[in-house]
């Protein structure tokens, strides 16, 4: 009989939330990580045209790369 009212009680003493309130995020919050994975996406995507020519006689050629030293 003990068992079960020992239970209850530490049931309800728990908090809510054991390791602090969660935190709050602002839609500012959320504009600012979707700009920098945006920025990220961006900066690590390689399309099929780029390094191409894309207008004039040599268009959709590929242009060589200088040699890096």
């Known amino acids: 009989m003990a068992l079960p009212i020992l239970f209850a009680i530490l049931l309800?003493?728990?908090?809510?939330f054991p390791f602090g309130p969660p935190?709050?995020?602002t839609r500012e919050d959320f504009q600012?990580?979707?700009?920098k994975?945006?920025?990220?996406m961006k900066l690590d995507t390689d399309r099929p045209w780029?390094?191409?020519a894309l207008t004039g006689p040599h268009a959709l050629e590929k242009r060589l790369e200088p040699a890096r030293e």
């Not at 309800?12 to 809510?16: H, K, P, T």
């Not at 994975?37 to 990220?40: C, E, I, L, N, P």
């Open 23 to 25: 935190p709050v995020i």
């Open 12 to 16: 309800a003493e728990q908090s809510v």
């Open 50 to 52: 780029d390094g191409m």
């Open 32 to 35: 600012a990580a979707r700009d």
């Open 37 to 40: 994975f945006d920025r990220k």
